[in-house]
């Protein structure tokens, strides 16, 4: 059975950073591209930041500079170090596993984890 755990979520004051972290079970991790989404009250669910299995990453343009993320394949754990945060930032984030090939797509979501940004 494929998990994905997320944690680090809370409220922190615009200008504050908060760490996100996203622990996997039941896949084979270093296979996945590992990504953070969001979704804020009415929105519709973005990209926020990927990380492939090859080690290359890409962000919205909105967070770019501002967050990072990074991957453990030994931890089974794929992280977002958001600073700098925006009340624009508030959302629940969640932490997404997929891999896909011609005529295949395994897609994985965890549960999500509340950011709030408070100005």
């Known amino acids: 059975q494929v998990q994905l755990v997320e944690s680090g979520g809370g409220l922190v004051q615009a200008g504050g950073s908060l760490r996100l972290s996203c622990a996997a079970s039941g896949i084979i991790f270093s296979r996945y591209t590992m990504g953070w989404y969001r979704q804020a009250p009415g929105k519709q669910r973005e990209l926020v930041a990927a990380?492939?299995?090859?080690?290359?990453?890409n962000y919205a343009d909105s967070v770019k500079g501002r967050f990072t993320i990074s991957r453990d394949n030994a931890k089974n754990t794929v992280y977002l170090q958001m600073n700098s945060l925006k009340p624009e930032d508030t959302a629940v984030y969640y932490c997404?596993?997929?891999?896909?090939?011609?005529?295949?797509?395994?897609?994985?979501w965890g549960q999500g984890t509340q950011v709030t940004v408070s100005s």
């Open positions: 990380a492939r299995s090859g080690g290359s990453t």
């Open positions: 997404n596993a997929n891999r896909n090939w011609p005529g295949y797509e395994y897609d994985y």
